[in-house]
Structure formats: C-alpha cells, structure tokens
C-alpha cells in the first residue's frame, strides 16, 4: 500500500512575531478567521493542487496572488524543478516574497514546508531554497522536508532526494525532517472514535469520518509549526527566538538536521484522553514512538536538545525531569549540559499542556545512509538518468553524493570520537 501523501509540494512561510491586534482578530481560536490573510507562498506546478485549496476551508486564508501554478507539474524529475520551473519563475517568486517581508514588522525567518521525494518540492524547493539564501542573507531559512518512506511508489525519489539533501546541507540554516511512514505509525497508534470511556462524540466521528488519509498526518506537521513559534506569539517566562535554536542546536557546520518529537495527543480523536502528567511527556519525547521520523535517539548520541513546553507547567518539575532523563541518554563529554528550554504560558487548543522536543542526534545518520543507499542502487547502472541530465550534468549526482558521504563521515566520527572517550592529557611531571 503506497503511504499517503501531504498535499502541498511547496509552502513557505513568513515568521514574525504577532501584535496583539493580530492576536484580537484570530480570537479564540474556535471562531473562524474571517479577517486575517496567511503571509504565505504556496507553490505547485500543478495548477489543480491549488484550486483544491483555494476551494477547501482554508481557503480564504489565501489570496491568489500568492499562489504560483503550472500546468504540467515537474515529472517527478528534480533536475526539471530546479533547472525549468525554478528559473522560470524566479522574478514572479521574488516579488511575492519581497511583497509578503514589506508587510513584515520584525521578520525572524523563513519557513519552507516542502516534499522530497517528487520533483516540484525538491526541485524547485530547493532552487528557492539557494534564492533566498542570495537575496535574503540575514534572514533565518527554516526547512520541514517530507522524506519519502520505503514503499515510496515515485521510482526516482532516491535521486530527488539526494540531490535535494546536497542543496539542504549547504543551503538551510536548520533542517527538521518528516518521515511519512513515522507520521502514519503516529496516527494508527491513536485511540479510535468509539474505542473504551474515552470515545469522541458523535460530532467528531462525523469529522473524522470525512477526513483524507493523510490530514491527521498533517495536522502533526501544523502542530511542530505551532509549538515552534510559540514564544513569538504568546509570552512565557523563558521564550525562545528561533535563531537561538540554530545557535545552541548546530554545533558543527552542515549538521543542522534536528529530530523533532510531540508528547501531546494533537489529533481530534484524542481531544478526551486522559491527561499525562510532565513525567510521562518527557518519557514520550525521547521515545522512538513520538518521532517524527523513523528513528530511535536513545539509543545514539544527542549533541545537543531543546525542549519547547507549553503550559501551566512548574520550572523545577522541569529541571527535575531533565536530570531524570538525562541519565538514560548519551551526551559528549563537552556538552553534557547541552539543553535548550523554552516555556510559553499558554497552551496549544484543547491541550492542558504539550512538549516539543528537538534534539541533533547521530541517528539522523541512518535516515541518510537508507537514501544513499537506495539512490546507489539506481546509479549504479544509471537507470533513468537520462530524463536529468536533459537539464543538468552528471556532475550534479557526483556532487550530491559526494556531499552526503561526507555528512554522514562527519556524524560517524563524532560517534567514533564519543566511543572512545575524552582524550586524556599527559600533565608535566615535576623534576
């Protein structure tokens, strides 16, 4: 069975932190937004992608201007996204960009959503990625790709995906990474509409019923958009900028790729499950079933981590579970207090409490090692590469290989380096 799909290729988003007249128009949070317009681009070369949004229930947060359609789409062929339709509407994408950074308070990054795996997201994702980096300089550029899982059913998404993971690598100034099948196994653990006390209503069956596969799966992706850009729009008593994260997250050059984890339910369905308490949400954090990618961190080397709470939650309960989890995972011995914590006193919708987790951890080097090794298995007898290189040079691939490789030597002798232990220091000997 082929895993779904999310339904953009490519959305790229302001971030700015709200005023409160902004926060007045969105009110609570359950009355519909009838006043507000999403300071957003959203990009697909295929134009009915689009109309399906412009005519589902988000839709007036849209204006059509900021939409940039094709017709035909990309062919799943990055080389076609990043050497066709990238340059071919380049001026048309700098000026919505440049429109929506005017209207800009206080601009803090930009927030790229894009998949992989086809050729519209990783090609023209990461043509814009490279623009922005060359017009915008001093402007954070934040990515949320969508890894294409295993049973993949686009043949050359191994090649997408490398030659994307290359642009990301030298592009992005943090990467968060999605996995499909992580983001499906999430949604097939949660409680079912019926299921024991704590069944939905009626009215929520109904909305459940109706739902596409794949809206549970992307209601996770809004929920890490969310608990990320919190501290912008509420106050807490440790708020945390988004360039504090690269700051304290990205310790080395090229190693920006952060596993991110929610410990709370944020599906409709589990709207009436019971509470879990700070120590059961730290447990779910770092466990292997809350990320979003198909990884297990406890069992490799955390260079750094971030926790994001959101509540009415006690800063010493904090501290406490910390040093509680601490002990079950592995730290350098030069970063043994690398945590990052930040906490917004309001709370997600229909939540008490929630935590976001983000962690730089070596695992993120299996997801590599599984695309390179599927993209050698193609390469290696050159299997559709001739639809490429119509637009670009083989040296692209060796290139995007090469980048990989490294990256995934450089995770490798971090770990190497970890295994080993701190080097110990010959001290002069008194004559």
Not at 134 to 143: A, E
Not at 346 to 357: D, E, F
């Amino acid at each position: 069975m082929n895993t779904p799909k999310t339904i953009v290729r490519l959305f790229i988003t302001l971030l700015c932190p709200l005023s409160s007249e902004t926060l007045t128009l969105i009110g609570s949070g359950h009355d519909p937004i009838r006043h507000l317009k999403a300071r957003a681009i959203l990009i697909d070369m295929e134009e009915g992608v689009l109309n399906h949004i412009l005519k589902g229930s988000l839709g007036e947060l849209f204006d059509a201007k900021q939409l940039i359609s094709d017709v035909s789409g990309s062919g799943n062929n990055w080389a076609t996204g990043f050497k066709w339709y990238g340059p071919k509407y380049r001026d048309k994408i700098l000026e919505n960009v440049r429109r929506e950074v005017e209207n800009c308070d206080s601009i803090q990054s930009f927030l790229l959503f894009h998949s992989l795996g086809g050729g519209t997201g990783s090609g023209v994702g990461t043509y814009m990625l490279e623009l922005l980096q060359d017009n915008f300089p001093n402007i954070y550029r934040f990515v949320v790709p969508v890894f294409p899982s295993e049973d993949d059913d686009v043949v050359t998404s191994p090649y997408n995906s490398i030659l994307s993971l290359s642009q990301l690598a030298q592009h992005a100034d943090c990467v968060l990474p999605l996995c499909n099948q992580a983001l499906v196994e999430i949604c097939s653990k949660t409680p079912t509409p019926g299921s024991g006390r704590n069944a939905t209503s009626q009215t929520e069956s109904s909305s459940l019923s109706t739902s596409k596969p794949w809206d549970q799966m992307n209601k996770l992706a809004a929920q890490l958009l969310l608990d990320l850009t919190s501290s912008m729009r509420f106050a807490g008593t440790l708020n945390v900028d988004l360039n504090e994260i690269t700051m304290n997250l990205v310790p080395y050059p090229r190693m920006q790729f952060l596993l991110s984890s929610l410990s709370a339910c944020t599906m409709e369905r589990c709207s009436r499950s019971p509470v879990r308490n700070l120590s059961q949400m730290f447990s779910d954090a770092f466990s292997r079933e809350q990320q979003l990618i198909t990884a297990d961190p406890k069992q490799h080397l955390y260079l750094a981590c971030c926790l994001m709470l959101r509540g009415d939650i006690d800063m010493h309960a904090i501290r406490r579970n910390i040093d509680r989890i601490q002990r079950t995972l592995k730290f350098p011995h030069w970063n043994r207090e690398g945590w990052k914590i930040g906490h917004c006193s309001v709370p997600g919708l229909n939540q008490r409490k929630s935590l976001l987790c983000l962690s730089n951890n070596s695992c993120i080097c299996n997801t590599f090692q599984d695309l390179h090794s599927r993209f050698l298995r193609l390469y290696k007898r050159k299997a559709h590469v001739h639809h490429y290189t119509e637009y670009v040079d083989i040296s692209f691939f060796d290139e995007a290989l090469e980048t990989v490789t490294e990256l995934i030597e450089n995770y490798n002798a971090l770990v190497s380096y970890y295994d080993c232990g701190p080097q110990q220091v010959t001290r002069l000997q008194m004559l």
